[in-house]
């Protein structure tokens, strides 16, 4: 692969995303949409785990990317620098000059691939409590919440080993990491200023009846 400036890989991603809707080869997501689109998955799961224990794995995994995509697009916002890994961002910084242009900087390969690159869940969760991160809108959580959204992170990448005691996850407070990532994945689309300004009255309404469905199942 040759080197590229960060105006022509730009330019051949655009295109070729322009290209690909044109021909219907695939269809494509906002962070807005994968999130409210997550979270009714995971409404929708929640009442199976009375008959069904095992569906607990995909209601962590449906809740994780609800969470995860909302965190996404808050983050990202108008500065599209702010979700990705530490690297990339670096990476993506120098190729700006002072008046935040793209400049004539040129990419490795290896560098191509690391602003491809979304950080990991745990590193963009410490981000969302830093107010230049957030767009002067970082969240607030409690010491509890905050610890049920890093142990649902670990139990999502649990759920990636084939023998995995979900019994013993229920009992250790999955059905609270549950709601609190619910919740706080509802309150960043509603009114963190990167989404809710773009977030429909249709999606709105969607979105409160799969919070309720999960809230209602979950403390009852």
């Known amino acids: ?6 105006e022509e890989i730009f330019r051949i991603l655009r295109e070729e995303h322009e290209k690909r809707l044109e021909d219907g080869d695939y ?17 929708e799961l929640l009442p199976r785990t009375r008959s069904d224990v095992a569906i607990w794995k995909w209601v962590i995994l449906s ?3 609800a969470l995860f995509q909302a965190i996404t697009g808050a983050l990202a916002g108008h500065n599209t620098l702010n979700h990705l890994s530490k690297k990339g961002r670096q990476i993506m910084l120098k190729s700006w000059n002072n008046d935040g242009n793209h400049t004539e900087t040129e990419f490795s390969k290896e560098q191509v691939k690391e602003i491809s690159h979304v950080a990991g869940f745990a590193e963009l969760w410490d981000r969302t409590k830093d ?10 959580v409690t010491d509890t919440e905050d610890r049920r959204i890093k142990d649902l992170n670990s139990f999502r990448g649990d759920m990636l080993h084939p023998d995995v005691s979900v019994h ?15 919740t706080i994945c509802a309150n960043l689309l509603t009114t963190h200023p990167s ?12 979105l409160e009846k799969a919070l309720l469905v999960c809230q209602n199942f979950l403390k009852a």
């Open 63 to 65: 809740t994780h990317d």
């Open 131 to 140: 107010s230049d991160m957030m767009h002067r809108a970082p969240i607030t």
């Open 168 to 182: 013993l996850f229920i009992t250790h407070g999955l059905p609270e990491m549950i709601d609190t990532a619910a």
């Open 195 to 206: 989404h809710c300004i773009h977030f429909k009255d249709s999606q709105r309404k969607r």
């Open 1 to 6: 692969m040759s080197e590229n400036s960060a």
């Open 27 to 43: 269809f494509t997501l906002d962070h807005r949409e994968s999130a409210l689109s997550s979270l009714e998955l995971t409404a």
